[in-house]
Antibody, heavy 113, light 107 residues
């Protein structure tokens, strides 16, 4: 079975950084695009970023461009999201997903002073 | 960016009743439309992909139709376990965008 497990969430102050990880198993990780989606408390879903199988193509939603970086390590079956210059409005549960049939349980990022 | 709208924003229906949710895209997305169910505190679960294809393991009471800009999601006979929020999502153009969701409750 496909399994995606996120980690790395927590509480940070505005302007600080955080790195999320997603450990993948149960499928050939290196053969699939991967994506991050977030959900602010009580709000809807927002696509954040995605990355091609070999990492050669990356795309981001405008609100995180220049601050967030998606990456992957196919040897470790892992997906990452480096989040810099965090803002209060980045507070959300962050899900990693194999588009679009498999999702992790999410990790909560709270940005607050 | 492609804007996705959904209606209604919430609904309450009886067990066994037919439920319909509509989703409209601000521009042609062909059939690149997914439907998800999200239960409280859980990750979204893919129900329908490419507008009308039932994801493996999803009960047949769920269905989808549409092409272009107008899409419909149907639960043919609402069950108690179907409570949650339903989202449509276009994956035709970046940024991929979701509808605002429809909260489904049991009357």
């Amino acid at each position: 079975d496909v399994q995606l497990v996120e980690s790395g969430g927590g509480w940070v102050q505005p302007g600080e950084s955080l790195r999320l990880s997603c450990a993948a198993s149960g499928f050939t990780f290196s053969s699939d695009w991967m994506t991050w989606v977030r959900q602010a408390p009580g709000k809807g879903l927002e696509w954040v970023a995605n990355i091609k199988e070999d990492g050669s193509e990356k795309s981001y939603v405008d609100s995180v461009k220049g601050r967030f970086t998606i990456s992957r390590d196919n040897a470790k079956n892992s997906l990452y999201l480096q989040m810099n210059s965090l803002r209060v409005e980045d507070t959300a549960v962050y899900y990693c997903a194999r588009p679009w049939d498999s999702w992790g349980q999410g990790t909560l990022v709270t940005v607050s002073s | 960016d492609i804007q996705m709208t959904q209606s209604p924003s919430s609904l309450s229906a009886s067990v066994g009743e037919r439920v319909t949710i509509t989703c409209q895209a601000s521009q042609d997305i062909k059939y690149y439309l997914n439907w998800y169910q999200q239960k409280a505190g859980k990750a979204p679960n893919l129900l329908i992909y490419d507008a009308s294809n039932l994801e493996t393991g999803v009960p047949s009471r769920f269905s989808g139709s549409g092409f272009g800009t107008d899409f419909i999601f149907t639960i043919s006979s609402l069950q108690p376990e179907d409570i949650g929020t339903y989202y449509c999502q276009q994956n035709d153009n970046l940024p991929f965008t979701f509808g605002p969701g429809t909260k489904v409750e049991i009357k």
